[in-house]
Nanobody
Framework: QVQLVESGGGLVQAGDSLRLSCTVL????????MGWFRQAPGKEREFVAA????????SYADSVKGRFTVSRGNAKNTVYLQMNSLKPEDTGAYYC?????????????????WGQGTQVTVSS
């Protein structure tokens, strides 16, 4: 069983920064490719960023490139999404997802496990 626990969302103003965290809790050790997705009310879930299981490769949506950074913690079971220069259009529920030994995966249906989501609201 794999459980993903997210934290770090909140209400901020445009231009502010936030850091989201996602910790993978699992019964057996494995390395996971991780992804971040977001969903705004009335819109489809969209890809934000992904990092490979080794941490050596990353990918970003064009809308966040240069502003967001995805990284892994030293223990490798935690992944972070550093969000800088936030914009109102970044508002939404942010979800992390995992795939055992996954590479850089940009499609939501490539992932096996999902977190409960954390809300990010950016006011103008």
């Amino acid at each position: 069983q794999v459980q993903l626990v997210e934290s770090g969302g909140g209400l901020v103003q445009a231009g502010d920064s936030l850091r989201l965290s996602c910790t993978v809790l699992r019964r057996t050790f494995s390395d996971y490719g991780m992804g971040w997705f977001r969903q705004a009310p009335g819109k489809e879930r969209e890809f934000v960023a992904a990092i490979s299981w080794s941490g050596g490769s990353t990918s970003y949506a064009d809308s966040v490139k240069g502003r967001f950074t995805v990284s892994r913690g030293n223990a490798k079971n935690t992944v972070y999404l550093q969000m800088n220069s936030l914009k109102p259009e970044d508002t939404g529920a942010y979800y992390c997802a995992s795939k055992a030994l996954g590479g850089v995966l940009r499609e939501w249906n490539e992932y096996d496990y999902w977190g409960q989501g954390t809300q990010v609201t950016v006011s103008s």
